[in-house]
């Protein structure tokens, strides 16, 4: 069954989503879209689904890469700016110990490199998930709200010039329940 939902005046395809009963089911459709040559899908589900990720061609994320190079900057910024006190800006000679004496500059340097880490975590997470984000056209399916309950949905974006009948087939094949084109307004 092939149901539509509309957007505002002027619309374009967003895609297709379909519901599925069981997680076995949306796993298996996911599989199956992959290898149809579906790349751009997503998948909601009130648990996680082990294998899922691959199966909709999720291998890596940026989060990681931000996280260190966060971690680099923190413990690069702590050590130096403890340097540039105790060797620059005030330099005070205790006992004839060396000005750079960098076993004391090791809990500062442990703390920014925490600190500018959950920083780095916490802003590339927002930027790479594109947060906040009040609306996404999926939102406008009534049937959606069961995600976070007991339903399992897949999403599949639709290439330019398509109608989506053939990936709604696909998915229907598939074992999906319900089938529903959705189209995002444009302004």
């Not at 909601?44 to 291998?59: K, W």
């Not at 940026?62 to 105790?86: C, D, E, Q, Y």
């Not at 996404?136 to 974006?157: I, K, N, P, Q, Y």
């Amino acid at each position: 069954m092939l149901t539509e939902t509309r957007v505002g005046g002027e619309v374009k395809l967003h895609g297709l989503m379909a519901s599925f009963g069981q997680p076995e089911e949306l796993l298996m459709a996911a599989h199956r879209a992959y290898a149809a040559g579906y790349r751009q899908m997503d998948a909601y589900s009130p648990m996680p689904i082990e294998g899922l990720a691959d199966a909709i061609g999720f291998r890596s994320n940026a989060v990681s890469r931000w996280v260190f190079v966060g971690g680099l900057f923190g413990a690069a910024g702590g050590f130096g700016l403890m340097w540039w006190i105790s060797v620059i800006a005030y330099p005070h000679n205790v006992a004839g110990r060396p000005l750079n004496s960098w076993i004391a500059y090791i809990p500062i340097t442990f703390e920014t490199t925490v600190l500018l880490t959950s920083l780095s975590i916490f802003f590339g997470l927002l930027i790479l998930m594109r947060l906040p984000q009040p609306y996404h056209a999926v939102f406008e399916l009534e049937a959606f709200r069961s995600a976070v309950t007991d339903g399992f949905w897949l999403s599949v974006a639709q290439p330019a010039g398509s109608d989506g009948k053939e990936a709604a087939r696909e998915l229907e094949s598939a074992g999906a329940s319900q089938v529903s084109v959705v189209k995002e307004s444009v302004e």
